[in-house]
């Protein structure tokens, strides 16, 4: 059960954040034996969002007079995946002690910080997108349409 829970909340994450963070393929839970390879998986999350930030930066063709929303903007895609990244080590560690009961308040945790750091991403996202110009919107909008598409399980893959 544990892994299940995992594989849906990250295939949650993934199907919100699509566009922000060009979500990962969901891995089954690690156990505590595989926690060392964590630092790993960290490592590799932030590289993925380090590269969707360049790709998006590229797309969108950020300028100079654009750019300190953009670093705000990114500053918080970062936050985020370091949090899910340690809070997902924080269960790991202690998901096989835990009762069934703790289980279910720990993914209930999980995934109300998960919509605090939505609520925050689009936010910052907000005051960026208020100043692209016309190209620029139009482009993020279709991207975050593309990627929403490429999330959804209803559809077939691409």
Not at 92 to 105: G, I
């Amino acid at each position: 059960m544990p892994n299940l829970i995992r594989a849906s909340l990250l295939a949650g994450c993934a199907a919100l954040l699509a566009p922000a963070t060009m979500a990962q393929p969901v891995r089954p839970a690690a156990t505590t034996a595989e926690a060392p390879a964590a630092t790993g998986a960290h490592h590799a999350s932030v590289r993925h969002v380090d590269q969707r930030i360049a790709e998006l930066h590229a797309k969108l063709a950020i300028t100079p007079e654009q750019q300190p929303q953009w670093d705000r903007f990114t500053k918080v895609m970062r936050d985020n995946a370091t949090a899910m990244d340690t809070r997902f080590q924080r269960r790991r560690q202690t998901l096989l002690t835990m009762s069934a009961a703790e289980n279910m308040q720990s993914y209930a945790h999980l995934v109300v910080e998960h919509g605090q750091d939505v609520q925050r991403l689009s936010a910052a996202f907000d005051t960026l997108y208020a100043g692209l110009s016309a190209l620029q919107q139009r482009t993020a909008d279709q991207n975050f349409r593309d990627d929403a598409h490429r999330g959804d399980p209803t559809r077939g893959s691409r």
